[in-house]
């Protein structure tokens, strides 16, 4: 297998394209051979049947002549996906792609590799790995009695359709490489299969970084309307520190609030989703940080003013109070559902 991380006795070597992989180890110290990526299991090494292949230096390099100067080793990957399919949000009618996944290793595995783990679509073929849709890093494990595919997340349609000038048609393009294995679509949207099962809980509405977003737009332009008063105020000559000097207090703390918040809402997983009903099978609730962002929005506001700028105390309280309206309008928690990043 291509790009996978090896262990080589204290050392961490990555196989090339072709999955190989070469190291100068000296004969007397410690080369014990072993994956280095937990969801790839070793099940055969030089032809015996075992998950890692103890010895020296020397040892392995005798074992390696023996076998015409090559180590083989045969592995498996322990989370594999699954076919891709379309789902359709009953409320609002959004239409996504869904990524099912397999893990039945009995663990929670990571695949964090550009590498190894990324999708990419003929909708947008310059997307960097960095930039969404990204796959999800970290897989939980399903148990006997539930079927392939029962876990996965999903990414809204529109990151994959494309117009085929040769088919004439909307295409939906999608792959997904994990580790060896790939899943793919290349189809107009009428023959995408619907997901038999799991992908969006039919009760459920999806909550995405569409309605995150608008709060730290607000914040944004909160900060903004304060620092173009307070500059104002500045080239009047009414506000000024003991220096003379002007710095404008709104931007300085907007831009560490702006930044706060940002990874905040980042850490919110995306989709999201809110459930009237009891909490589905195999999903959590995550705090919406309220506490946090309120925090952060008030740091913006305590500035202390001079008597000339006193009118800025009512514009300070109307922003909060516009600010604070659009964050109880958020729902206090979210769901996750063993799905999303």
């Known amino acids: 297998m291509a790009y996978l991380p090896v262990i080589v006795g204290a050392n961490l070597v990555e196989t090339d394209a072709d999955g190989r992989f070469n190291i100068a180890v000296p004969p007397a110290s410690v080369a014990d051979i072993s994956s280095g990526l937990p969801a790839v299991k070793y099940e055969e090494i030089a032809g015996v049947?075992?998950?890692?292949?103890?010895?020296?230096?020397?040892?392995?390099?005798?074992?390696?002549?023996?076998?015409?100067?090559?180590?083989?080793?045969?592995?498996?990957?322990?989370v594999k996906p699954q076919p891709l399919c379309y789902v359709e949000d009953p409320n609002s009618g959004a239409g996504f792609i869904r990524f099912p996944f397999t893990n039945r290793s009995g663990v929670k595995l990571t695949v964090e590799s550009d590498k190894l783990n990324y999708i990419t679509s003929l909708a947008d073929p310059s997307r960097g790995p960095d930039q969404e849709p990204y796959p999800l890093a970290d897989f939980d494990p399903i148990s006997d009695d539930q079927p392939d595919g029962y876990l996965g997340f999903e990414w809204p349609l529109r990151y994959f359709v494309w117009f085929d000038t040769a088919r004439n048609s909307e295409i939906v393009s999608a792959e997904w490489k994990l580790i060896n294995e790939s899943a793919s679509l290349d189809q107009p949207l009428s023959d995408v299969p619907l997901c038999e099962s799991a992908g969006l809980i039919d009760s459920c509405n999806p909550y995405t970084t569409i309605e995150s977003n608008r709060l730290y737009?607000?914040?944004?332009?909160?900060?903004?309307?304060?620092?173009?008063?307070?500059?104002?105020?500045a080239k009047k000559g009414i506000w000024r520190n003991r220096t003379g000097k002007f710095r404008n207090p709104f931007l300085s703390r907007g831009a560490t609030s702006l930044r706060t918040t940002k990874q905040l809402l980042n850490g919110l997983p995306n989709p999201g989703y809110l459930c009237p009903a009891a909490l589905p099978t195999g999903c959590s609730y995550v705090a919406f940080p309220k506490g946090e962002i309120t925090r952060q929005f008030d740091l913006i506001l305590k500035v202390k003013?001079?008597?000339?700028?006193?009118?800025?105390?009512?514009?300070?309280?109307?922003e909060r109070n516009k600010f604070l309206a659009a964050l109880r309008a958020q729902p206090n928690q979210l769901i996750r559902c063993n799905s999303t990043r």
């Open 49 to 78: 049947t075992r998950e890692s292949l103890p010895g020296t230096g020397l040892e392995i390099s005798e074992i390696a002549q023996a076998n015409g100067g090559l180590i083989l080793i045969n592995a498996s990957q322990r």
């Open 217 to 233: 737009s607000q914040m944004f332009s909160t900060v903004t309307r304060l620092s173009q008063l307070a500059e104002r105020a």
């Open 305 to 318: 003013l001079p008597p000339e700028l006193k009118f800025l105390i009512k514009t300070m309280g109307q």
